[in-house]
């Protein structure tokens, strides 16, 4: 099947990794699960639907910071 995928992007919220969705199937799942991140068991179940799921880099910056990669 195509376009069985979904990206996310992993935040530290309060010392807590939160997973985000960043593509429209992905928030699609979190209209489902009724929240705005995807919990631990919420991937995995979308695992098991067979979705690839693609985790984003996050880029920070860092204020007063140039030429950084």
Excluded: S
């Amino acid at each position: 099947m195509l376009g069985q995928e979904i990206t996310i992007q992993i935040k530290n919220v309060y010392g807590e990794d939160k997973a985000y969705p960043v593509c429209e199937k992905a928030k699609l799942f979190t209209d489902i699960a009724g929240t705005k991140t995807l919990r631990p068991c919420d991937l995995n179940y979308i695992q098991q639907l067979g979705y690839k799921i693609t985790v984003e880099q996050q880029r920070h910056a860092i204020k007063g910071l140039t030429n950084v990669m």
